[in-house]
T-cell receptor, first 111, second 115 residues
Framework: LAKTTQPISMDSYEGQEVNITCSHNNIATNDYITWYQQFPSQGPRFIIQGYKTKVTNEVASLFIPADRKSSTLSLPRVSLSDTAVYYC????????????FGTGTRLTVIP | GAVVSQHPSWVICKSGTSVKIECRSL??????MFWYRQFPKQSLMLMAT?????????EQGVEKDKFLINHASLTLSTLTVTSAHPEDSSFYIC???????????FGPGTRLTVL
């Protein structure tokens, strides 16, 4: 699976838009990009998934350039409750394929 | 949405005893489930892939005789930590996917503390 690289941590004030970028230079043709959110002592929660261009749902947007070697998770108007660790994963996620987590990005939202 | 549960949510045991953790997919059938371990302030580490009706596949460095995995039905996988020691204390998380889906759904995790 493609290895991912993310910033270790980020700080943001409440109400701001936060963009977290993930690098995945070795992404394969069939790989999808998925982002998860994890709060302390909880399992990761699915945020968004995409293959190319832009995907938007009720909580976030995912921007993927044409070469797909990186992706950016965009969280609009963050609140204190968005303080968490965000993981970017790349790979096939069907059947017996595995998921490998990188270091993740620890986002701290400041009042 | 797809829901995955784990039981127990936390467990404390004495060194040398065995502990079983259950992972259930509540509203879907999962042919494959995954088990992860997470130490404080660290990322999730994949331990093994649990396949319904067949043997689990363990990641390199994970002792299959210590971490017994059974996936006897399409909605239940169990992880048994045998002869637990303090270094096995960790947060254990399972995940499952709906067949044909590209999304993993994670359980809430089980905190294991070995005294």
């Amino acid at each position: 699976l493609a290895k991912t690289t993310q910033p270790i941590s980020m700080d943001s004030y409440e109400g701001q838009e936060v963009n977290i970028t993930c690098s995945h230079n070795n992404i394969a043709t069939n790989d999808y990009i998925t982002w998860y959110q994890q709060f302390p002592s909880q399992g990761p929660r699915f945020i968004i998934q995409g293959y190319k261009t832009k995907v938007t749902n009720e909580v976030a947007s995912l921007f993927i350039p044409a070469d797909r070697k990186s992706s950016t998770l965009s969280l609009p108007r963050v609140s204190l409750s968005d303080t968490a660790v965000y993981y970017c994963l790349v790979g096939l996620q069907t059947g017996a394929n595995n998921l490998f987590f990188g270091t993740g990005t620890r986002l701290t939202v400041i009042p | 949405g797809a829901v995955v549960s784990q039981h127990p949510s936390w467990v404390i045991c004495k060194s040398g005893t065995s502990v079983k953790i259950e992972c259930r997919s509540l509203d879907f059938q999962a042919t494959t489930m995954f088990w992860y371990r997470q130490f404080p302030k660290q990322s999730l580490m994949l331990m093994a892939t649990s396949n319904e009706g067949s043997k689990a596949t363990y990641e390199q460095g994970v002792e299959k005789d210590k971490f017994l995995i059974n996936h006897a039905s399409l909605t239940l996988s169990t992880l048994t930590v045998t002869s637990a020691h303090p270094e096995d204390s960790s947060f254990y998380i399972c995940s499952a996917s709906i067949p044909g889906s590209r999304t993993q759904y994670f359980g809430p995790g089980t905190r294991l503390t070995v005294l």
